[in-house]
């Protein structure tokens, strides 16, 4: 079994480290969150007093952060795992950060010799839990074969995407869906309630029907159709509305760096944005209902 260093045991992190350890892995983790670190060590981690520390003697790397500014003070900056990492070391960032940044770093990592994979997930903090994460993968195909059996233990899907940054770029692209989708839905069950058309029976048509979405029956903006769902428990996250807007944040990047027109993603990316400065970032995502709602 590997020796796994493990960067960021937050919410996602977390949890993914637990499983990793589940699966006979010896897990070394550092997180500057003290109340983070303690419960993964609490779980049978070992705790490591910086990243550098974390890679030390180890055959992988996990690092599961924010966002790009993280990583790349993680691996680049001074101390960082690049230059304390050894030759055979593999590394694999799960965070979902942008595709200039990841493929930045990949080309760090390839110059001192090192295999690096861009790995973000999709499933949230459930999938997490669970270990049925989709891992969306970009790197060499040599890296996706090393890195395969270490991430089967967190997910259930490992999907290779291309080479550095792929994983990203796909990452993005779902995001930007998801938003776009959700955003639909929460127009369409609006609008029913408008109509008085019952909330149950709207679910019931269209999780059959052209309209269907995983959105809408997975995910339902209103309580009742989906017992799971973040609306009924107060939008708890789930995914918060931070997050999306980060992504989308993303997403708008690669569309602008790229050439490509996105104005369903912009305007998805606006509406969240007006829902966050309402106070709702640390929400779910979905409860951007009531902004589409009060709007009226
Ligand atoms: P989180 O804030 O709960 O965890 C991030 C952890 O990283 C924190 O514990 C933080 O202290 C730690 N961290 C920050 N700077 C660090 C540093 N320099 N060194 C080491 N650790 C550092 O966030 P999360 O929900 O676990 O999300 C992590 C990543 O996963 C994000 O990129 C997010 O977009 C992505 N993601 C999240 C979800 C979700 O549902 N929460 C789903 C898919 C992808």
Redesign the pocket.
């Known amino acids: 079994m590997a020796r796994i260093g493990f960067?960021?045991?937050?919410?996602?992190?977390g949890p993914m480290a637990r499983n990793l350890m589940k699966a006979q892995h010896t897990v070394t983790a550092?997180?500057?969150?003290d109340t983070?670190l303690a419960a993964i060590v609490e779980a049978g981690a070992v705790q490591a007093t910086s990243?550098a520390a974390a890679v030390e003697g180890a055959d992988a790397v996990v690092t599961?952060?924010?966002?790009g500014p993280?990583v790349r003070?993680?691996y680049l900056g001074a101390g960082g795992i690049i230059a304390a990492a050894a030759p055979e070391t593999l590394l694999m960032d799960?965070?979902?950060?942008d595709v200039t940044t990841a493929r930045n770093v990949a080309g760090a990592a390839a110059e001192r010799g090192l295999d690096m994979v861009d790995a973000?997930?999709?499933g949230?903090?459930g999938g997490a839990i669970a270990g049925t994460l989709t891992f969306m993968v970009g790197g060499s195909e040599a890296a996706f074969a090393k890195a395969r059996p270490i991430l089967e233990h967190m997910g259930a899907r490992i999907v290779h995407c291309g080479p550095a940054g792929n994983g990203q770029a796909a990452k993005v692209c779902n995001n930007m869906m998801l938003a776009i989708n959700m955003l639909g839905v929460v127009e369409g069950f609006t609008l029913a309630d408008n109509l008085g058309l019952d909330r149950q029976v709207l679910f019931d048509v269209v999780a059959n029907s052209s309209g269907q979405s995983w959105a809408v029956s997975s995910y339902c903006p209103v309580p009742g159709p989906v017992p799971a769902s973040p609306a009924n428990n107060g939008f708890q996250?789930?995914?918060t509305a931070d997050?999306m807007v980060?992504?989308l944040r993303l997403a708008r990047d690669a569309a602008m760096k790229s050439g490509t027109g996105t104005p369903m993603g912009a305007l998805a990316e606006a509406l969240m944005a007006l829902h966050v400065s309402a106070g709702n970032g640390p929400r779910d995502f979905s409860s951007i209902i009531e902004t589409i709602r009060a709007g009226g």
């Open positions: 960067i960021g045991v937050g919410n996602m992190g550092f997180d500057p969150l983070a990243a599961m952060v924010p966002a993280h003070e993680i799960c965070s979902t950060i973000p997930v999709s949230g903090t996250p789930g995914f997050m980060k992504d």
